[in-house]
């Protein structure tokens, strides 16, 4: 039982570019959730998923798009890459009784 | 809207001393209340949780809180630190019937010998 799971824990990017940041989860979680920490600014929410096939926007959507690849997986995409989203990105999943689990985070730099 | 405010960025403590962090909300509906941890380089970890029931709240590591609707507050505290509590503490809300999380924006916990 790995609980929630990050890819990449490390990437730098050059303005531009994109990436996945791939997140799954074996703890049968219908809600899924993409968090970006910033120093003093604690988490912000930028996407969630409230079940299978569905998405929303949270706080801070604009720069990312999200897919619910299945009840497991739960991808963040950054089409265009921008200095201003260099940061550390968590995944999490929530149970039934509303606490969440987190992954290990993502570190992105974008140069 | 939704709001969660963590007055204190930083808390220096001696080690064995008792701590206190406070965290108070806005919400027009009912919450459920959360404190997670984070230790350095790592996911966040949860601490304790209200959902219902009794407002006094026992989690992990010896640390509790205490829900208050009066005050919209829900303070963390434990009578007695160790080195090891060095860490940042989120306070975490979200509302009944709703699927979105508000964290406030940290406190770090620095335990000194």
């Known amino acids: 039982n790995a609980g929630v799971t990050q890819t990449p824990k490390f990437q730098v990017l050059k303005t531009g570019q994109s990436m996945t940041l791939q997140c799954a989860q074996d703890m049968n979680h219908n809600s899924m959730y993409w968090y970006r920490q910033d120093p003093g600014m604690g988490l912000r929410l930028i996407y969630y998923?409230?079940?299978?096939?569905?998405?929303d926007k949270g706080e801070v959507p604009n720069g990312y798009n999200v897919s619910r690849l299945n009840k497991r997986e739960f991808s963040l995409r950054l089409e265009s890459a921008a200095p201003s989203q260099t940061s550390v990105y968590f995944c999490?999943?929530?149970?039934?009784?509303?606490?969440?689990?987190f992954g290990p985070g993502t570190r992105l730099t974008v140069t | 809207a939704q709001s969660v405010t963590q007055l204190d960025s930083q808390v220096p403590v001696f080690e064995e001393a008792p701590v206190e962090l406070r965290c108070n909300y806005s919400?027009?509906?009912?919450?459920?209340l959360f404190w997670y941890v984070q230790y350095p380089n790592q996911g966040l970890q949860l601490l304790l949780k209200?959902?219902?029931?009794?407002?006094l709240v026992k989690g992990i590591n010896g640390f509790e809180a205490e829900f208050n609707k009066s005050q919209t507050s829900f303070h963390l505290r434990k009578p007695s630190v160790h080195i090891s509590d060095t860490a940042e503490y989120f306070c975490?809300?979200?509302?009944?019937?709703?699927?979105?999380?508000?964290f406030g924006s940290g406190t770090k916990l620095n335990v000194k010998p």
């Open positions: 919400s027009s509906v009912s919450v459920y």
């Open positions: 975490a809300v979200r509302m009944e019937n709703f699927n979105k999380f508000y």
């Open positions: 999490a999943g929530r149970t039934g009784a509303g606490e969440q689990y």
């Open positions: 209200y959902l219902s029931g009794s407002t």
């Open positions: 998923s409230a079940s299978e096939g569905t998405t």
